[in-house]
């Protein structure tokens, strides 16, 4: 088959059957050979119209060309959970070409046989390379960069510069973006003629490039409908007074209750009925209220961008009387959970001559006020430290949702209330389970509860009336969810893995204030640095030690 150009979404629409709004209307957008970037908030659609143009999903109405059936597809999907289609088929597929996309992104021989204990990052590794060796003609990779480190981002940039095809990179990575791509596809909310729709605007060049044009827009736009907004009242002041000189004249006409004495009157009346002054200023005053409506009119048509919300999700929270909230002893943590960590102590010699692959530990203390990052390359154990953490503690977390457990009851007074360790928890990955049993906890709010999650999730610049009403959120939109929840049992400690995966840059921002105006202690796994500086004042660091064992050492 001739290599294809280009591949064409021409007036998509799609919405859920029971939804009463589409997800996006009337969106064409056109990709050519290279990488172009999706770009948009979250929730806004980004995936469903990627999975639209692969076959995945069929569109509620609109074209895609060519058909997708006659096109060899590959997709990295979001999540890092799920084996790719072809894993056995990459297993064992030793030609040049996939040996390549092995060292390309350092695919261990293993790997495919067990991805299951792979890392967040290894797995998402796996899952770019089987999506390259099926040698597509239309490849999109769907936030690739999610859980991977620095040095796998570099390679993973390398890995698509290669590729020959028409790549669609969906992602909120702006240097994965300004590395690698010459278009950008940005989803917008757009406010217009009194509602909020979608909207797909294409421009030429990387991220940044992109958006330094799209914000010149924005502000132009923005000036343009301050200026006819003022044009409005201007005329609405003119029309005003129009009006008022026409029941002006119109009294003037009305004789019945002049006095008779009053000569001027009467002769400023005898002048108005004769000179048809009234039908002048009648015309005038209709010819005004037409320029009103059409000065509306125009206003309405100004594109502007829907307004998003910069606030605060904590509103009563106050940190754990404790001295020390959890404290993890000196000593090797297995990265498999299943093995038991029979190795304490900080003697390095004797660590390193155990056969159990882990991670190396001095003694750790997490204070009520303390806001601890942890960062290391893929594998080298972050993940297994932050579940030993959470089997140390002594507050009963819910093992469908993630978050923690409903307070003590009223009736459980003193010291045992007031020691109650409050903990929330979120997880790299959300599974639908956990969404739906979410979404179980939503409906057990009181009033004044839901109002305040809510508004909650407005705080973080969600759509909390479409959340909450079609309980189908995206990745991001869950966490998002999962948090504003978990806000309201006011917690002592949150511990987030890898919390920016799957948000939009704005939201990332949003969390980065929630996080740090957090009165509590935080524990957060993230690979980025940007977030980290922001919100944390302890760093944990991994690295590798040895091939099996990896250290930890306090910043």
């Known amino acids: 088959m001739k290599q294809l150009s280009v591949l064409s979404l021409n007036h998509i629409s799609f919405a859920y059957p029971d939804s009463p709004e589409a ?10 050979l290279g990488w172009t970037a999706v770009v948009g908030d979250n929730g806004i659609g980004k995936t469903t119209l990627m999975r639209i143009a692969i076959g995945q999903t069929t569109a509620s109405e609109g074209t895609v060309v060519p058909d997708p059936k006659r096109a060899i597809c590959g997709y990295c999907p979001q999540r890092s959970d799920s084996a790719p289609a072809n894993l056995d088929d990459f297993a064992n597929d030793w030609s040049a070409e996939t040996m390549g996309i092995r060292r390309a992104l350092n695919i261990e021989d293993d790997w495919p046989w067990r991805f299951d204990t792979l890392s967040g ?6 899952q770019l390379a ?37 790549g669609i990179l969906v992602s909120h990575d702006v240097d994965l973006i300004d590395a690698t791509v010459s278009q950008c596809v940005f989803l917008q909310r757009q406010h217009v003629g009194g509602v909020n729709r979608t909207i797909a605007v294409t421009r030429n060049g990387n991220y940044t490039q992109a958006q330094r044009q799209l914000s010149s827009e924005s502000m132009r736009s923005q000036q343009d409908l301050t200026q006819a907004r003022g044009e409005i009242q201007r005329l609405k002041r003119e029309q005003t007074q129009r009006n008022q000189h026409l029941q002006h004249i119109e009294k003037m006409k009305d004789g019945r209750h002049i006095d008779r004495k009053d000569h001027d009157a009467l002769n400023a009346h005898k002048f108005a009925k004769s000179s048809g002054m009234d039908l002048k200023a009648s015309r005038l005053t209709v010819n005004m209220a037409s320029r009103v409506k059409q000065a509306e ?17 904590w509103f009563d929270s ?10 993890v002893e000196a000593g090797l943590i297995p990265f498999d959970p299943t093995v038991d960590r029979h190795v304490d102590g900080d003697c390095d010699s004797q660590i390193l001559e155990s056969p159990v692959a882990g991670v190396i530990v001095p003694t750790l203390s997490i204070g009520p006020l303390d806001h601890i990052g942890i960062s290391g390359d893929n594998g080298t154990g972050k993940t297994s430290l932050f579940r030993h953490i959470e089997s140390l503690l002594d507050s009963s977390i819910d093992a469908d949702t993630g978050l923690l ?24 990955e959300v599974r639908k389970s956990q969404i739906a049993a979410t979404f179980d906890t939503v409906d057990e709010l009181g009033k004044e509860e839901y109002s305040q999650l809510f508004s909650s999730l407005a705080q973080l610049n969600a759509d909390p009336e479409r959340i909450l009403g079609e309980r189908s959120p995206s990745a991001g939109e869950a ?21 920016t995966n799957h948000l939009d840059l704005h939201s990332t921002e949003s969390l980065a204030r929630v996080l740090k105006a957090f009165v509590g202690a935080v524990v957060v796994i993230s690979h980025n640095e940007h977030l980290l500086r922001q919100i944390t004042g302890i760093r944990w660091q991994t690295e590798r030690k040895s091939p099996i064992h990896t250290t930890l050492t306090i910043e």
């Open 479 to 499: 966490r998002k969810l999962q948090l504003c929840l978990g806000a309201l049992r006011h917690p002592h400690l949150i511990m987030m893995d890898e919390p």
């Open 121 to 126: 990052g290894e797995r998402k590794r796996l």
């Open 297 to 313: 009119l125009a206003a309405s048509a100004i594109v502007t961008a829907s307004k998003r919300y910069d606030g605060d999700i």
């Open 130 to 166: 089987c999506a390259l060796a099926i040698r597509p003609d239309i490849l999109i990779f769907d936030e690739p960069s999610n859980h991977v480190d620095s040095r796998t981002r570099t390679a993973i940039a390398a890995a698509m510069r290669a590729f020959g095809g028409i």
């Open 318 to 327: 106050e940190p754990s009387h404790r001295r020390e909230l959890v404290r």
């Open 23 to 32: 997800v996006f209307s009337d969106v064409s957008v056109t990709f050519p």
């Open 405 to 428: 457990a409903p307070q003590t009851q009223a009736h459980e007074q003193g010291r045992s209330q007031e020691r109650k360790l409050r903990v929330l928890v979120i997880e790299q």
